[in-house]
């Protein structure tokens, strides 16, 4: 048998993936990733520790931080420039909306450069691309956690207990922010493999949203500046149905004792609602566009 008799006998030969189950079921990516779960911790934990590496005070920074932001909020914002006067327990207010948005923040900051931080990984190994947001999102859940503790010990100091109906805003709220923080994590992260301008705009962008989103001030002055300013209704309908500020807001209905019916919209749980609804369908489709994607970033890399 010819040489060339062998190349066309090879090339008749039905192509067969190697290096692991490469399915476009989206079901059969979930299981890929469950099956790597203990990859996932891994990362997760490196990414936490690589954090506070050669730190003396090590993961006391996660507790230290918080406590500094709530108190130069606090202080500069509330008493300095006067803010606190027209919130009521200005502290606990601020620092419930930081908390919650840090969660968005460090999930959506980190998640956008975590396939290009570990390219060694991708170009050597195959393995489920979403792995890398997804640990992103869990050191983001960790940090989250330690700022509710911070947060849960000033509300107990401070003795400004949160109505008991409005605890049912809480999971809801985390849940919003975490559906939303991996669809854009898994389209930006692969985006930054061809662009990487994407993970400096991504931080520009994440800092114009914490203004844009009622931590600092609350709703109800967003509500009115609109109204004075004699912008269309629509507008502020716009600026409430940002999923961020439904989160923000769903956050300090839960944790914030100074709220009355006018600090929020009307049908905030049904908002809430739809825009989980959104978000799930957003997940679905980034999901679907990262796998389009992610098939040439090692060549990227």
Not at 40 to 62: E, I, K, M, N
Not at 133 to 158: E, K
Not at 219 to 225: I, L, P, R
Request: net charge positive; hydrophobic share 55%.
């Amino acid at each position: 048998m010819t040489v060339e008799d062998r190349y066309a006998r090879l090339a008749a030969l039905p192509m067969r993936p190697v290096g692991g189950r490469r399915t476009l079921s989206p079901f059969g990516r979930v299981r890929e990733v469950v099956e790597h779960r203990e990859l996932l911790w891994l990362l997760t934990r490196r990414d936490l520790q690589v954090r506070y590496r050669g730190s003396a005070l090590g993961f006391l920074w996660t507790l230290i931080r918080p406590l500094v932001m709530l108190l130069t909020y606090y202080l500069i914002l509330g008493e300095v420039l006067g803010a606190a006067k027209g919130v009521t327990n200005f502290g606990i207010y601020v620092f419930a909306g930081l908390t919650i948005y840090m969660l968005f923040s460090e999930s959506v900051g980190a998640a956008s450069g975590s396939i290009v931080s570990n390219g060694g990984l991708v170009k050597k190994i195959y393995l489920p691309r979403e792995i890398f947001p997804l640990a992103s999102v869990g050191g983001a859940l960790f940090l989250f956690g330690m700022q509710m503790v911070v947060l849960v010990g000033a509300i107990l100091l401070f003795r400004v207990w949160p109505d008991p109906f409005g605890l049912v805003y809480l999971l809801p709220s985390i849940a919003l922010v975490l559906v939303y923080s991996l669809a854009l994590g898994l389209i930006l992260s692969a985006l930054n493999v061809y662009l990487r301008d994407i993970q400096y705009l991504t931080e520009i962008l994440l800092t114009l949203m914490m203004w844009g989103s009622p931590i600092v001030y609350s709703w109800q002055m967003a509500a009115d500046v609109m109204q004075r300013f004699h912008l269309p209704a629509w507008a502020l309908e716009v600026y409430t149905n940002n999923p961020l500020t439904l989160a923000v807001l769903g956050f300090h209905r839960a944790l914030w004792s100074g709220g009355t019916a006018a600090d929020f919209p009307h049908d905030l749980a049904l908002r809430m609602g739809i825009a989980g609804v959104v978000g799930l369908a957003l997940l679905v489709g980034a999901h679907a566009l990262f796998q389009r994607m992610q098939g040439n970033l090692a060549q990227e890399l």
